[in-house]
């Protein structure tokens, strides 16, 4: 449901950038949706990481999180130079630039769910708010 009101929102607002509040609402949608998606992938990551905690009694969490911050920020700063390409068209409000756009909106959309989605079908999903309690005598006790 975040993951559709994100990418919803996001063709909204290109349809019609300059469309003043449904413009800022679609923006407000898009910012709910993408940080819900976000949230999900978050909680989704700390369970992996109690998972793997408790099958193995080694922690993670350090180099885990801090891989996938840089991850994240280093996908933002080469997607942005990519979309840099397109901000000419964007402002012109052409179509095929709109039409794109809209694309990379749904690709991203799609490629989320099909990154977060295979534990929820394959029951390997998360521990919830399970605590990872290494085995006895493990380096992390």
Excluded: N
């Amino acid at each position: 449901a975040f993951t559709a009101l994100a990418v919803l929102a996001g063709v909204v607002f290109l349809a019609a950038p300059h469309a003043g509040v449904l413009a800022l609402a679609a923006c407000l949608a898009h910012g709910v949706g993408f940080g819900g998606m976000m949230a999900l992938f978050w909680r989704e990551m700390g369970a992996a990481i109690r998972d793997h905690a408790l099958r193995t009694g080694v922690r993670t969490d350090m180099i885990s999180f801090a891989l996938l911050t840089a991850t994240i920020k280093l996908a933002g700063a080469l997607s942005g130079v990519g979309l840099a390409f397109l901000l000419d068209g964007f402002k012109a409000g052409t179509p095929t630039t709109m039409a794109a756009l809209a694309a990379i909106i749904a690709v991203g959309g799609l490629v989320f769910l099909l990154t977060i989605a295979p534990g929820y079908r394959f029951g390997i999903s998360s521990s919830g708010l399970r605590r990872a309690t290494p085995p006895p005598g493990s380096r992390t006790t």
